[in-house]
């Protein structure tokens, strides 16, 4: 989970800076692209929590408190899968921009 969120850090980065600073002349078009962006921090904040979850029952499995640490990390993990799908589903409607916009440039 940590290399996924590493990971999530490096992409951002290359979204939000590095696609962004260098097409200068088509700021306006990209930021239409990529923004809303609250799909792609709700994958972040998912993959931590799932994170956290699983640190915390990594902890505690041998434990007699086991039980009620099951709920939350389960929850967890619940809330990492819609979010890990949400960002699938705004990529993909991200690339549908990409292929549109491409188009229209080139007539």
């Given at each position: 989970?940590?290399?996924?969120?590493?990971?999530?850090d490096?992409m951002?980065?290359?979204?939000?800076?590095?696609?962004?600073?260098?097409?200068?002349?088509?700021?306006i078009?990209?930021?239409?692209?990529l923004?809303?962006?609250?799909?792609?921090?709700?994958?972040?904040n998912g993959a931590e929590?799932f994170?956290?979850g699983?640190?915390?029952?990594?902890?505690l499995r041998?434990?007699?408190?086991?039980?009620?640490v099951?709920?939350p990390v389960?929850?967890?993990r619940?809330?990492?899968?819609?979010a890990?799908q949400?960002?699938?589903?705004w990529?993909?409607?991200r690339q549908?921009?990409?292929?549109l916009?491409?188009?229209a440039?080139?007539q």
């Amino acid at each position: 989970m940590n290399r996924i969120i590493f990971l999530f850090d490096k992409m951002q980065l290359a979204f939000y800076g590095n696609l962004v600073g260098h097409e200068r002349d088509f700021r306006i078009e990209m930021n239409a692209i990529l923004f809303p962006r609250e799909q792609f921090l709700e994958f972040k904040n998912g993959a931590e929590q799932f994170r956290d979850g699983l640190s915390i029952w990594k902890q505690l499995r041998n434990t007699d408190s086991k039980d009620g640490v099951l709920r939350p990390v389960h929850g967890s993990r619940i809330t990492f899968a819609t979010a890990r799908q949400n960002f699938v589903n705004w990529l993909s409607g991200r690339q549908e921009l990409v292929d549109l916009t491409r188009t229209a440039l080139k007539q």
